[in-house]
């Protein structure tokens, strides 16, 4: 069965550091894609940065980018620089086979606080 | 621009009473939609999906259904409230080939 799981429950960074967050996932299917959400106290998900099984390299979007590492399961997300309008849940999800059907299947989530 | 409606924002309902949640979408056309709950600081739970008008799939069996009358629309309902239905309750869209989900703004609702 597919899984995603997020080790870290919480994290402080200082402002304008870098922060890495920590994703694993187990699949058997050779085709999958990976997500990172952010949530901020308001409640809405935000779409942050996708990757693909077969894509070649790390995603990058922005402040963001995936650190990607096929053969480890892992797909952490690098923030830089961070502000603290960063603060806030971020969960890492994974979509599910069949693709048509576009669910995925979320981990548990990590809350970072970043400090002024 | 694609956008996801979500009303009400809040709900406080007594045991026992109904519900409606509804989301439309605007912008798009035959997305695939989903109803997610969220208990508070936990993950999102995978509450119904649909590929299409009228096809629903359920994915943890409890007292709600979905239904999709309309190709952007997706309404979460109960006859019934208990109170482990409290929590916050999120739409969200995709389109095949994408994949991505986007989400409307929630709604908290809370069972007494």
């Known amino acids: 069965a597919q899984k995603i799981t997020q080790t870290q429950p919480g994290m402080f960074v200082q402002e304008k550091e870098a922060v890495t967050l920590d994703c694993t996932y187990d699949t058997s299917d050779p085709s999958y894609g990976l997500f990172w959400y952010k949530q901020p106290s308001s409640g809405e998900m935000i779409f942050l940065i996708y990757?693909?099984?077969?894509?070649?390299q790390n995603a990058t979007e922005g402040r963001y980018s995936l650190n990607f590492q096929k053969a480890r399961k892992s797909a952490n997300l690098v923030i830089s620089a961070s502000q603290l309008g960063d603060s806030a849940m971020y969960f890492c999800?994974?979509?599910?086979?069949?693709?048509?059907?576009?669910?995925?299947?979320f981990g548990q989530g990590t809350t970072l606080q970043v400090k002024p | 621009s694609q956008t996801i409606h979500q009303w009400p924002a809040t709900l406080v309902q007594p045991v026992g009473s109904p519900l409606s949640l509804e989301c439309t979408v605007e912008?798009?056309?035959?997305?695939?939609l989903y109803w997610y709950r969220q208990a508070a600081g936990r993950g999102l739970q995978l509450l119904f999906y649909?590929?299409?008008?009228?096809?629903i799939s359920s994915e943890v069996p409890q007292n709600l259904s979905a239904s999709r009358p309309q190709d952007r629309q997706f309404i979460l309902s109960s006859k019934k409230l208990l109170l482990s239905d409290s929590g916050f309750y999120l739409c969200a869209w995709s389109v095949i080939r994408v994949n991505t989900q986007y989400f409307g703004p929630g709604t908290r609702l809370t069972v007494l």
């Open positions: 990757q693909g099984s077969y894509d070649q």
């Open positions: 999800a994974m979509r599910e086979p069949p693709s048509n059907t576009g669910k995925l299947i």
């Open positions: 912008g798009t056309s035959n997305p695939n």
């Open positions: 649909s590929v299409g008008i009228g096809q």
